[in-house]
């Protein structure tokens, strides 16, 4: 599958194990790579270099596509590239007694630049499991390993390219696998910001990252109640006693009444978010930012009333969104 600058495709399969062999001291990472047809792709450089200083590991796959490395625990970059394929590179950190395994596919490049893979951190504090066997121990503390985010641009303008570079780094800086519902983003400096079908987002706020990447939540956690609609209406209906009348229209309300109160919902999870993300101070100024820009009723309402909304949702099992875990 070629890659081009409006998407960018990858394949990316992860296991953990341990190896007792190996000196505690030293993790094990295994690495396979091969191209969209599934054919292996031999004298692929892998390198994995520290984020602080420190002298880089480097391996080439073998014929049968696969590489090894041997490194201490710590942050890395990881990049794999090959000539004809994509260049790809991630951010890694490893935590504690955990080996990791990838298979990764490289698109055929026909990119304008290096394709990106998102920020990954894994973390276990101990397994009895032997190279091959999956892990079952329930001591076992590992992050889920997300399918990379990729960006594209619509127009492939200066602003929006800037835009891409702005939220990646974003997406790098911050552990947002929790409300990574949707995997495919488009910067579209011609569109309103909207979820469905492809969440797109605009280029207004590329000096205001805490503001980008509160939008960028918001319009993950539309796809995190797009999950769950039977809750996510008769949570509506409990807002209707709370709410009788709402605002419809900007600035104060949504395009119609479900809108609007569906908006109570998302806000109010997004409010939640930002506090994880971006702490206490800085998500309340930009929810009061949002207050006085858009949806103004419904953020002024959530900001209120946050309790009220906070009970409506967990009413309805709608208020701890997690997409690491299975429905």
Not at 201 to 217: G, I, N, P, V, W
Not at 220 to 228: P, R
Not at 251 to 265: F, W
Request: glycine share 4%; with cysteine.
């Amino acid at each position: 599958m070629a890659c081009n600058h409006f998407r960018c495709s990858v394949v990316l399969v992860v296991s953990v194990f341990s190896l007792n062999a190996q000196p505690e001291s030293n993790r094990h990472l295994a690495v396979h790579v091969s191209d969209p047809s599934g054919a292996v792709i031999p004298k692929a450089m892998v390198e994995v270099e520290p984020l602080a200083h420190g002298t880089a590991f480097t391996a080439q796959t073998d014929d049968r596509g696969n590489a090894d490395l041997y490194l201490p625990s710590g942050k890395y970059q990881l990049s794999i590239r090959s000539p004809g394929f994509c260049f790809k590179k991630r951010a890694l950190e490893v935590v504690g007694a955990t080996d990791q395994s990838f298979s990764v596919v490289l698109p055929v490049d026909s990119c304008p630049g290096p394709c990106q893979m998102a920020c990954i951190t894994v973390q276990a504090e101990s397994s009895t499991a032997t190279r091959g066997i999956p892990i079952s121990n329930s001591s076992l503390s590992s992050r889920a390993l997300e399918s990379p985010v990729t960006i594209g641009t619509a127009h492939n303008s200066a602003t929006e390219l800037a835009t891409k570079t702005q939220l990646e780094r974003l997406i790098a800086a911050h552990d947002l696998g929790q409300w990574t519902f949707t995997h495919e983003i488009v910067i579209d400096e011609k569109s309103i910001p909207h979820s469905h079908p492809v969440l797109t987002l605009h280029t207004r706020h590329q000096k205001q990252d805490d503001e980008l990447l509160s939008t960028y939540l918001h319009e993950q956690l539309h796809w995190f109640l797009t999950g769950h609609p039977a809750e996510t209406r008769a949570a509506e209906q409990d807002l209707t006693k709370l709410y009788p009348s709402v605002p419809i229209g900007y600035p104060d309300g949504a395009k119609d009444t479900e809108s609007t109160y569906l908006h109570l919902l998302v806000c109010q999870l997004e409010q939640q978010a930002d506090r994880v993300v971006l702490g206490d101070k800085r998500t309340t100024e930009v929810m009061q930012f949002w207050a006085g820009d858009h949806y103004r009723w419904v953020y002024r309402t959530v900001i209120q009333d946050e309790a009220k909304i906070e009970d409506v949702l967990k009413r309805h099992h709608l208020d701890t969104p997690n997409a690491r875990l299975p429905d």
